[in-house]
């Protein structure tokens, strides 16, 4: 038996829970049709700076690819990232971003010479290039586990926390990525989310960039995988964007939405939250007009919101939600027929099951 109605975090209980759910492989590219859009959050994607007058670390770079010739070298460019000359700085953060990039050797290599904290104080930068690069550079250590620990107990979150709120478009959206990968224990969820994270992600779902918004999604699911996150999530607004890309199918964002939602919708708060925003209308919409995914997620949140609440049962009856569900219920997978039977029998008898309790099982 697996619990699917309740929290979700025994299903996505790591980063690479949560893509594989998706039909995502972290470590490239592999995806579905309903899933493409989502941000893999595996390397970095930066564009490439301009070398500047100093230019000798970034040709270095080049000729190097992402083999290093020896340990010097990286203990050299980690010494150049605590240099006085900004120049200096930016070009060795460049050239450690791209050793780290793809190759796991170096990202071991580059922490044990020292260059994490280094990487933290320029993530804090008020130089806004050699900020993003900095979060960069820890973005790709980050992909390293054996780093995790490291990069965290350098104060990576909270310079992470920061470039959320003052960062480049870029700087945000590599940041958003970093705290995914970092974030592989519920203590260090809570840890990330005491520090302030979720109401800058919460900023960059709603007005970022496309990538922006994906990678505040999957950042966002799994902090809200502990309670405590999703509590700050309602409280930082987060259901009004939610709600708005579920209800936009150009803006490729309904199966991130709505998966963050169905997370959320274990809390109390969060489902008077979504009933407020207006949720139910549209998740009845993507119950009629979305894809399989889609319809399952949705048939899921709308459990959530009916299995203790005659209230909402009137009301997603009300949306005609019924027709769509008949319809679930013949056509989807066991899981999403087993939700739809359930809710079906909800909005036909309002006021029977539930009795308060959050415990829905649903049989493999």
């Given at each position: ?16 829970a949560i ?33 500047g ?8 770079a ?23 000359s900004l ?9 450690i ?10 990202r ?17 930068s ?15 250590l980050?992909?390293c ?6 990069i ?6 909270r310079?992470?926390?920061?470039t ?11 940041a ?11 203590e ?7 520090a ?6 919460v ?16 950042a ?31 803006s ?25 925003e ?13 894809n ?10 709308l ?12 009301l ?49």
């Open positions: 038996m697996t619990t699917v109605d309740g929290d979700s975090s025994g299903l996505f209980n790591s980063p690479s893509f594989s759910y998706l039909g995502r492989n972290l470590d490239g590219l592999r995806a579905d049709s309903t899933t493409s859009a989502f941000s893999d959050c595996a390397s970095d994607r930066s564009g490439e700076f301009a070398p007058s100093g230019g000798r670390g970034l040709l270095a080049a000729c190097m690819g992402d083999r290093p010739d020896d340990d010097e070298t990286i203990a050299q460019l980690v010494s150049d990232l605590e240099s006085e120049e200096t700085q930016r070009s060795a953060a460049m050239e971003r791209l050793l780290a990039k793809n190759n796991m050797e170096n071991v290599r580059i922490a044990d010479a020292g260059g994490i904290e280094p990487l933290v104080a320029l993530a804090q008020s130089e806004l290039q050699i900020q993003e690069l900095g979060v960069t550079a820890l973005l790709n980050s992909l586990d054996e780093n995790k620990e490291r965290l107990s350098a104060g990576a979150d310079a992470l926390i920061r959320l709120r003052t960062g480049t478009g870029t700087a945000k959206e590599n958003a990525c970093a705290i995914l990968r970092l974030s592989h224990k519920d260090i969820k809570e840890r990330i989310g005491r302030g994270a979720v109401p800058p992600l900023r960059l779902l709603e007005s970022g960039s496309l990538r922006g918004k994906k990678d505040a999604a999957v966002l699911f799994a902090l809200t995988t502990v309670k405590e996150n999703k509590v700050r999530a309602v409280e930082a607004g987060v259901m009004r964007p939610l709600v708005d890309l579920m209800a936009e199918p150009e490729g964002m309904v199966d991130k939405a709505a998966l963050v939602t169905l997370n959320l919708a274990t809390a109390p708060e969060a489902r008077a939250s979504l009933v407020e207006g949720g139910i209308p549209v998740l009845v919409e993507v119950l009629e007009d979305g399989h995914r889609q319809k399952e997620f949705a048939a899921g949140i459990l959530e919101l009916c299995e203790d609440s005659t209230r909402n049962r009137g997603v009856a009300r949306e005609g939600a019924i027709p769509p569900l008949v319809a679930l219920s013949q056509t989807g997978t066991p899981r999403a027929r087993q939700k739809a039977e359930t809710l079906i029998r909800y909005l036909r008898q309002p006021r029977s099951g539930g009795n308060g309790a959050r415990t829905t099982e649903i049989s493999d």
